[in-house]
């Protein structure tokens, strides 16, 4: 129990363009899910943290413009990256607690490798 | 906010031997301690969670320890195997859901054969 399954597992996009990363708990509600970037050999960076039906929190320094955050449903988050650009270029991993689960736990997605050209 | 420090960053065991990564905490108020295993490329994976109503759990060959009052908690993995090679980290929340995780820098163990 308790999947988080994320798409796409990797994408490569020219500078200037948008891209959507999709989140989903697949066999639980998500009440929140946390969106985090992770640099090669770094420890993961909380981006923002979504709340369904509300707007999400972004952690300081994270531009709410640029990193758009959606959680329409309690099993579905999406970060779009907008007019990306190299410097966007990581990982991104979703993270999600709910309903159902373990409270404090959270379980994490395998991840998007993001290449921006 | 939460600052949690993890040491040491690299650490390398023979295999069997046993491996410690320790990491402390800013906040009093963090009363949830998760350990994540992070193999190249690949989601962190719960491995062993405490909370700050006990001292110490453990799981076969890992165990967790906290002390409140230092404010520092400890992962011990015994008889390691080379597949405990990975990337571990350690995080700190005052629990509960919405409440977001604060990760250590991370350890990278190297299990040799």
């Known amino acids: 129990g308790a999947v988080v399954s994320q798409h796409p597992s990797w994408v490569i996009c020219k500078s200037g363009t948008s891209v959507k990363i999709e989140c989903r708990s697949l066999d639980f509600q998500a009440t929140t899910m946390f969106w985090y970037r992770q640099f090669p050999k770094q420890s993961l960076m909380l981006m923002a943290t979504?709340?369904?039906?509300?707007?999400?929190?972004?952690e300081q320094g994270v531009e709410k413009d640029k990193f758009l955050i959606n959680h329409a449903s309690l099993t579905l988050s999406t970060l779009t990256v907008t007019s990306a650009h190299p410097e966007d270029s990581s990982f991104y991993i979703c993270s999600a607690d709910g309903l159902a689960t373990d409270t404090d736990t959270q379980y994490f997605g395998p991840g998007t490798r993001l290449t921006v050209l | 906010g939460e600052n949690v420090e993890q040491h040491p960053s690299t650490l390398s065991v023979q295999e069997g031997d046993s491996a410690v990564i320790k990491c402390t905490y800013s906040?009093?108020?963090?009363?949830?301690f998760p350990w994540y295993k992070q193999e190249l490329g690949k989601r962190p994976q719960l491995i062993i969670d405490i909370r700050s109503n006990v001292g110490e759990k453990k799981d076969q060959r890992i165990a967790v320890t906290l002390n409140k009052t230092a404010k520092h908690f400890s992962l011990h993995i015994t008889e390691t195997q080379p597949e405990d090679s990975a990337v571990y980290f350690c995080a700190a929340s005052i629990g509960g859901s919405n409440y977001k995780l604060t990760f250590g820098k991370g350890t990278l163990l190297t299990v040799n054969p």
């Open positions: 906040d009093s108020a963090s009363n949830y």
């Open positions: 979504s709340n369904e039906g509300s707007k999400a929190t972004y």
